[in-house]
């Protein structure tokens, strides 16, 4: 049984920084791919960043170089570190497992006001 939560979301304003936090329940974290989802009202749900279980990480167009992930396999945690955000960036982020299967978290609201 594999349980995401996600936690740091919040509103911030436009240029501003926020943190994003999920922790992974059982053991296949650190064998296991990991992603940040977002999806805006009316819109489908995007990759945000992935990295998988040896460091490599790849990114959504649209945040190249403002958003960093990371994983610490030790705390069987991911992150997501989004700096110089806009209003485009706001919706609900979800964070995703994939080994064998896909997991996700309930979400949480990044709200970012211009």
């Known amino acids: 049984q594999v349980r995401l939560v996600e936690s740091g979301g919040g509103l911030v304003q436009a240029g501003g920084s926020l943190s994003l936090s999920c922790v992974a329940s059982?053991?296949?974290?650190?064998?296991?791919?990991m992603g940040w989802y977002r999806q805006a009202p009316g819109k489908a749900r995007e990759l945000v960043a992935q990295?998988?279980?040896?460091?490599?990480?790849n990114y959504g167009d649209s945040v190249k170089g403002r958003f960093t992930i990371s994983r610490d396999n030790t705390k069987s945690t991911v992150y997501l570190q989004m700096n110089s955000l806009k209003p485009e960036d706001t919706g609900a982020y979800y964070c995703n497992l994939r080994w064998a299967q896909s997991y996700w978290g309930p979400g949480t609201q990044v709200t970012v006001s211009s």
């Open positions: 059982g053991s296949i974290f650190r064998m296991s791919t």
């Open positions: 990295i998988s279980n040896d460091g490599t990480t």
